[in-house]
């Protein structure tokens, strides 16, 4: 057991400093030298566990799925809209998560995965809308595809620009503006004044669960 939590340790040092070194050069400037020094571990640790540096973006890119945690909410509108506050939470504070959104957005050498994490998200916030449209919680005739597309452009351009302009310090708010803006042409008649378009309050101590 000891041996097998040292393994996951190492994995995990060995991904933290590769979102540090991706984040900062992108995909294409990193290298797995800088990834070294930065996670402390030898050569071998390392190869041990990812063969080459696509394989390392390759585990980045699946933390973007882990981090679609869908939250349990009765009206599967806040459920959407508490999932896009999780995620920006956890956009602030894991940089492992921040590496992976940067892989997604950049253009680079490294070949993407037929899933890609736009789709996983969309695929995710589709399907609560298809939840929402049988709870009567939006507006009839809607094109369910179009919807969750907008909803993740609009996410992901909030988070591009947070991220540029504050570090994603004041993504929150922005978040909160992008619904206050899209809820309108969305939700049923009445559904505005039962939904809360601001973050929940932060977990105690201000942190989020690793990946």
Do not use: C
């Not at 599967?76 to 506050?85: H, M, P, S, V």
């Not at 559904?191 to 105690?204: D, Q, S, W």
């Amino acid at each position: 057991m000891a041996k097998q939590e040292r393994g996951t340790r190492s994995r995990r040092a060995i991904l933290e400093a590769a979102a540090e070194v991706f984040d900062l050069h992108g995909y294409d400037g990193a290298s797995t030298n800088e990834i070294l020094a930065r996670s402390g571990l030898t050569r071998g640790a390392l190869y041990h566990h990812f063969p080459s540096k696509e394989s390392i973006a390759m585990a980045l890119f699946e933390a973007h799925g882990e981090a679609l945690v869908v939250p349990d909410q009765p009206i599967r509108i806040q459920t959407i809209i508490d999932l896009t506050f999780a995620f920006a939470r956890q956009l602030q504070r894991d940089p492992v998560l921040r590496a992976s959104v940067r892989l997604a957005v950049e253009k680079t050498s490294f070949p993407r995965p037929v899933h890609t994490p736009y789709e996983q998200s969309s695929a995710t916030i589709r399907e609560l809308l298809e939840q929402a449209g049988k709870h009567g919680e939006i507006l009839p005739g809607l094109d369910l595809n179009e919807v969750s597309a907008v909803i993740v452009g609009a996410f992901t351009g909030m988070q591009v620009m947070s991220e540029v302009y504050t570090d994603r310090e004041d993504l929150p708010e922005r978040v909160t503006a992008m619904w206050r803006l899209l809820l309108p042409g969305l939700v049923a008649p009445g559904m505005i004044g039962h939904l809360r378009v601001t973050p929940l309050p932060a977990p105690e101590g201000g942190a989020t669960s690793a990946q």
